[in-house]
């Protein structure tokens, strides 16, 4: 099986700073996406940003403010956020596509999920 841990969440005011790690371990042969998707209360979950062997991709409302990058060797993905808005509050979640073996389907994993909450 395979397991994703983040870690990195919690409170900070409006403008400030958080990075978020997601580290993958278990049965991993090869990664092809990590990514972070989020969820505020009582909306749908929402793509943030992906990775995929170096190309990156982000939602409109977070580009230039967030970065994404990966560490392969580590299979860990990192979300840094700066300029933090109250709107960007929500439990955010890591996920990735996954092969455990050669030649076996890519499967899709998701963390536990961090919470992120940003004050005014």
């Known amino acids: 099986q395979v397991q994703l841990v983040e870690s990195g969440g919690g409170l900070v005011q409006r403008g400030g700073s958080l990075r978020l790690s997601c580290a993958a371990s278990g049965s991993i042969f090869s990664i092809n996406v990590m990514g972070w998707y989020r969820q505020a209360p009582e909306k749908q979950r929402e793509l943030v940003a992906t990775n995929s062997g170096g190309t990156t991709n982000y939602r409109d409302s977070v580009k230039g403010r967030f970065t994404i990058s990966r560490d392969n060797a580590k299979n860990t993905v990192y979300l840094e956020m700066n300029s933090l808005k109250p709107e960007d509050t929500a439990v955010y979640y890591c996920?990735?596509?996954?092969?455990?073996?050669?030649?076996?389907?890519?499967?899709?994993?998701w963390g536990q999920g961090t919470q992120v909450t940003v004050s005014s």
């Open positions: 996920y990735a596509v996954v092969r455990t073996r050669y030649e076996s389907p890519f499967y899709n994993y």
